[in-house]
């Protein structure tokens, strides 16, 4: 399996940016996929996950400004990122897991098996 991550870049305050996470060698449907974020000298953040393409979760950070869709077609993920501030500059990440139990929890980079190489997200104020 591997995942593709792109769509990062430099934009000012209150911009847009959409980052795409591209799979293959499985296909997402099946999957629990999710973005992570990392600033400098921080530790790795909880963004966003998405359960089967479907059932969806925002750090609260984000919540209203950040969507989370698929393209089943091209097997890709997408985050759309609005009204983008400057503590949203990070280095991204994609990560998948297709095995997962109840204690299974979205938030938590342990609990993934698989990631994207980062893309870096650089929002001037």
């Known amino acids: 399996v591997q995942l593709q991550a792109s769509g990062g870049g430099l934009v000012q305050a209150g911009g847009s940016l959409r980052l795409s996470c591209a799979a293959s060698?499985?296909?997402?449907?099946?999957?629990?996929m999710a973005w992570f974020r990392q600033a400098p000298g921080k530790g790795r953040e909880f963004v966003a996950a998405?359960?089967?393409?479907?059932?969806?979760n925002y750090a609260r950070s984000v919540a209203g400004r950040f969507t989370f869709s698929v393209d089943n077609a091209k097997n890709t993920v997408y985050l759309q990122m609005n009204n983008l501030k400057p503590e949203d500059t990070a280095d991204y990440y994609c990560?998948?897991?297709?095995?997962?139990?109840?204690?299974?929890?979205?938030?938590?980079?342990?609990?993934?098996?698989?990631w994207g190489q980062g893309t870096l997200v650089t929002v001037s104020s």
């Open positions: 990560a998948a897991a297709w095995s997962w139990n109840d204690a299974f929890r979205r938030d938590s980079a342990s609990s993934y098996e698989f």
């Open positions: 060698g499985r296909t997402l449907s099946s999957s629990i």
């Open positions: 998405i359960k089967r393409t479907r059932d969806t």
